[in-house]
């Protein structure tokens, strides 16, 4: 059986335990990050270098989507946005495990697991944020 793997190639680093964190462009010239990568900075037109944007946040708002999902997610699945303690407000799938816990301002942490399909219908792994516990 061939590993599973990411869904699309530079939007998240994992190092296969689950754990992982999303992968920005932090500009050189005033330090703003973004979400997706881009090339230059909006801000200042600085040349934009890749940076890890951590695995935490703060869930700032979020849906949750009862009709049938797209690319083999679970029903229902929710999405977000996710203020990244380091790094930009950015929109992101939340556990599908967890839609009936999630409540705005709660901690999130970002793991990486086998969720639903690629574009070409094989498994694969997606980066996704759930309640941080204990903390
Ligand atoms: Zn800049």
Same mark, same amino acid.
């Given at each position: 059986?061939d590993?599973?793997?990411a869904?699309?190639?530079?939007v998240f680093a994992t190092?296969?335990?689950?754990?992982? /964190?999303?992968?920005?462009?932090?500009?050189?010239?005033?330090?703003?990050?973004?979400f997706p990568?881009? %090339?230059?900075c909006?801000?200042? /037109?600085?040349r934009?270098?890749?940076?890890g944007?951590?695995?935490?946040?703060?869930?700032y708002?979020?849906?949750?989507v009862?009709?049938r999902?797209p690319?083999g997610?679970?029903?229902?699945?929710a999405?977000?946005?996710?203020?990244?303690?380091?790094?930009?407000?950015?929109?992101?799938?939340?556990?599908?495990?967890?839609?009936? /816990?999630?409540a705005i301002?709660?901690?999130?942490v970002?793991?990486?697991?086998?969720?639903g399909v %690629?574009a070409?219908?094989?498994?694969?792994?997606?980066?996704?944020?759930?309640?941080?516990?204990? /903390?």
């Amino acid at each position: 059986m061939d590993a599973i793997e990411a869904f699309a190639e530079g939007v998240f680093a994992t190092r296969g335990d689950g754990s992982g /964190e999303l992968l920005g462009g932090e500009c050189a010239a005033c330090g703003r990050r973004y979400f997706p990568r881009r %090339d230059h900075c909006p801000g200042c /037109e600085g040349r934009l270098a890749e940076c890890g944007l951590g695995d935490r946040g703060t869930l700032y708002t979020y849906t949750v989507v009862r009709v049938r999902p797209p690319l083999g997610l679970p029903a229902p699945y929710a999405v977000g946005y996710v203020d990244l303690d380091r790094g930009p407000r950015v929109f992101a799938l939340l556990d599908p495990q967890a839609v009936n /816990e999630l409540a705005i301002g709660m901690p999130l942490v970002m793991r990486v697991g086998p969720l639903g399909v %690629d574009a070409r219908n094989r498994p694969c792994l997606r980066p996704y944020f759930t309640p941080r516990r204990g /903390e």
